[in-house]
């Protein structure tokens, strides 16, 4: 088998985490899209380490597993402390730091 | 041609798992699509015969990740009026899809230069044994910096999520 399927399926799933992310206002399919681009980098550290048959790219994704567990618990506790704000889940209702409202 | 066709039900799972994450309205339905792509993942990191990578991200990603993802999303328990007002979702996606496609191929053609077989794995590839050897002898700073990221990260959800404002007037 040869890598060229998992290095296009990977540019997919980074490429549709994106899309998520530009397209959708609802906050946990944001958090969802970021997750899923972090997952697609991890298949293709799995994919570099077994091209060069050592184990020191799966040891970057598994550190990088942790580092999404981590990702996920601060951007769970923003969603709910936003939610508990305003009770919405749009991103386009939290503008505290835009200028919008002052230009 | 057995590794083909399992990679190719594996890719089609994660295809359709990512695109309905990003396409129903419903946030429970998203988290569920998100699941089942996430299970697919963990299945492709054992075809590359990664076991002990095929465990962590069952373990962490679907186990713990995405459980408590949904668990948040129930406990939120959005009504449909609450959820944002999307119209013209599909023509953004389609939008964006187009704005990232020059980027999509960039990515792929960089990724598929290097012209690389895979190579004959050694015994014992991926196995928790390799696997501890190579963590804890060159990424050993990593994995101590992880650990404290982690704690971080922990402290910071509890003071984000907590109810009453920090009393430290």
């Known amino acids: 088998m040869t890598p060229e ?3 296009a399926l990977a540019t997919v799933l980074f490429s549709l985490g994106i899309v998520g992310i530009i397209s959708r206002r ?7 899209s970021i997750e899923l681009m972090l997952s697609s980098v991890n298949l293709i550290l ?9 184990m020191n790219g799966s040891v970057i994704a598994l550190l990088m597993i942790a580092v999404i567990a981590a990702e996920a618990a601060l951007f769970l506790a923003i969603i709910v402390g936003l939610y508990r704000q305003r009770r919405t889940l749009d991103s386009d209702v939290f503008s505290k730091l835009s200028q919008r409202d002052t230009l | 041609m057995l590794e083909n066709s399992i990679f190719a039900i ?3 799972f994660l295809l359709f798992g990512s695109l309905g994450m990003i396409s129903f309205k419903q946030t429970v339905f998203s988290g569920l699509s998100f699941l089942l792509a996430m299970m697919a993942l963990a299945g492709l990191f054992a075809l590359l015969e990664n076991s002990f990578l095929f465990l962590a991200q069952i373990m962490v990603s679907v186990g713990a990740v995405v459980v408590i993802s949904l668990l948040v999303m129930l406990s939120v328990n959005v009504n449909e009026q609450n959820l944002p007002n999307e119209p013209a979702k599909f023509r953004w996606m389609l939008f964006s899809a187009i704005l990232v496609s020059p980027f999509a191929l960039l990515m792929y053609k960089s990724l598929t230069h290097m012209n690389r077989e895979f190579v004959e794995t050694v015994a014992g590839y ?3 044994k390799m696997m501890g050897a190579t963590l804890f002898s060159d990424w050993v700073l990593p994995f101590e910096i992880v650990s404290v990221l982690l704690l971080t990260a922990m402290v910071g959800a509890i003071i ?3 109810k009453e404002p920090a009393n430290d007037a």
Do not use: E, K
Not at chain 1, 26 to 32: D, E, P, Q, R, S
Not at chain 1, 46 to 54: E, I, K, N, Q, Y
């Open chain 1, 26 to 32: 609802n906050l946990f399919v944001i958090y969802m």
């Open chain 2, 126 to 128: 991926g196995s928790l």
């Open chain 2, 160 to 162: 984000i999520a907590r």
């Open chain 1, 5 to 7: 399927p998992f290095f």
């Open chain 1, 46 to 54: 799995a994919v570099f380490s077994r091209l060069h048959g050592d």
């Open chain 2, 10 to 12: 594996l890719a089609l």
